[in-house]
């Protein structure tokens, strides 16, 4: 992200380059030790200090200076940069703080630079961009350089490897079909279940007495109510069947419902003429 800061810079002040219109005076570069005398140089727009600035791992370097505008009055800048890179591109900004005045201040360490910067074969250089929104022309100068000297006693900075988005490598997965049945061993258990209905049912129509003589009679009472009621019990046995063949669920829901209630108003009168034959004595 403070990459593209500063790369936006530079451009919005390429968008207005041509005859410099800001500048600044009085700029002076200190380099601040504790292991030694500090030292400030001069520069300006037009001369560049030519010594590297040494910047230790317990040093500091701060930077002052007045910006002016075309006139010649001090001003305060929307925009005042100063931009430390190395020769590929990479390059991290520092915003200087501007008073109305036009004194403009930055200090920074090397705690402040990024791990690839710190890793530098070659002193770093550092840039000063001024620019505003309107229509005053920009500056980018090339300030002075920087000698870094990292702690011996210390490893040396390290840093993840940046993501790049790049094409991968195709996937190839076959995903598995839609199960067609259910798993071999719950249908085993229905199947048994449903078998050993049979022979409950015959043991529980021997317990109540059932009398298979009167079938006849039963149906000719009540010839619909007990066929429909057979019927539906036979057709829900048949909407199972199929569910369990490939009929889905939102498939399956309006048949049981539809057999459900037949089921249930035929089986009420069937059941009620049951009843009358059983008060009546009749077994």
């Avoid at 219109?21 to 030694?36: H, I, M, N, P, Q």
């Avoid at 298979?212 to 149906?219: E, K, R």
């Amino acid at each position: 992200m403070r990459l593209l800061t500063a790369s936006a810079a530079c451009l919005f002040v390429g968008a207005v380059s041509g005859a410099s219109s800001w500048s600044f005076s009085d700029a002076t570069v200190t380099a601040s030790s504790k292991s030694a005398k500090s030292s400030s140089t001069k520069f300006s727009a037009s001369k560049k200090i030519q010594e590297a600035v040494s910047l230790g791992p317990r040093d500091s370097i701060k930077l002052s200076l007045t910006t002016v505008d075309d006139e010649g009055n001090a001003k305060r800048p929307h925009q005042a940069l100063l931009v430390v890179g190395e020769s590929s591109g990479l390059e991290v900004p520092f915003a200087l703080t501007v008073k109305k005045s036009g004194k403009g201040t930055l200090q920074f360490s090397q705690k402040d630079l990024p791990p690839q910067l710190l890793l530098a074969q070659t002193p770093l250089q550092a840039r000063l961009i001024l620019a505003s929104s309107d229509s005053a022309k920009g500056l980018v100068t090339p300030t002075f350089d920087i000698a870094l000297k990292l702690d011996s006693s210390t490893a040396d900075p390290s840093h993840d490897k940046p993501l790049r988005y790049v094409r991968q490598a195709e996937i190839s997965h076959t995903f598995r079909g839609d199960p067609r049945s259910p798993p071999r061993i719950v249908s085993l258990a229905f199947a048994l279940a449903l078998i050993a209905s049979v022979p409950t049912l015959v043991v529980a129509w021997l317990f109540f007495e059932a009398n298979l003589g009167h079938a006849a009679t039963a149906f000719s009472r009540a010839p619909v109510s007990h066929a429909v009621f057979f019927g539906s019990v036979i057709g829900m046995e048949c909407v199972f069947y199929l569910y369990h063949g490939g009929w889905n669920l939102f498939r399956t829901l309006p048949v049981v419902c539809l057999v459900g209630v037949s089921a249930f108003l035929s089986g009420t009168k069937a059941l009620g003429e049951v009843q009358r034959r059983r008060l009546a004595g009749e077994r």
